[in-house]
Nanobody, 118 residues
Framework: QVQLVESGGGLVQAGGSLKLSCVAS????????MGWFRQAPEKEREFVAA???????TYVDSVKGRFTISRDSAKNTVYLQMNNLKPEDTAVYYC????????????WGQGTQVTVSS
C-alpha cells in the first residue's frame, strides 16, 4: 500500500510561484509513474502533469512552460514547481501513482490547497 502526502500549497498572488511536494511511503517513486491532478470548486478533477519511471514528463496544455514536475528518488519525493501562477490555477492539488511500471492511477494523496489571488 503506497501512501502519498502532499504539502506546499498556500495563498499566492498572480504571477507568483509555489512548489508542491509529494512524499511517498510504501513504494519507490522511481519505479512508478507519478502524477499531479487538480480539482477546482464545482469542476471535475483534471490531469496536470506526470513523470514516468523513465523520467519522461507530460503536461496539460494550460500549464506548459509554467509548471515543472520532478522527482528526487533519494527522498522518495515528487515535486511540482509552479511559476507565473494565474487565478485559474486555484484548486486542490492531488498527487497520484499506481503500481510499478504501470500507467494507472491507484493511490491518491489527501490534497493541498492552492489559491491564486488576482
Amino acid at each position: 500500500q503506497v501512501q502519498l502526502v502532499e504539502s506546499g500549497g498556500g495563498l499566492v498572488q498572480a504571477g507568483g510561484s509555489l512548489k508542491l511536494s509529494c512524499v511517498a511511503s510504501g513504494g519507490s517513486v522511481s519505479m512508478r509513474r507519478m502524477g499531479w491532478f487538480r480539482q477546482a470548486p464545482e469542476k471535475e478533477r483534471e490531469f496536470v502533469a506526470a513523470i514516468s519511471w523513465s523520467s519522461g514528463a507530460t503536461y496539460v496544455d494550460s500549464v506548459k512552460g509554467r509548471f515543472t514536475i520532478s522527482r528526487d528518488s533519494a527522498k522518495n519525493t515528487v515535486y511540482l514547481q509552479m511559476n507565473n501562477l494565474k487565478p485559474e490555477d486555484t484548486a486542490v492539488y492531488y498527487c497520484a501513482t499506481g503500481q510499478p511500471y504501470d500507467s494507472g492511477w491507484t493511490y491518491w494523496g489527501q490534497g493541498t490547497q492552492v489559491t491564486v489571488s488576482s
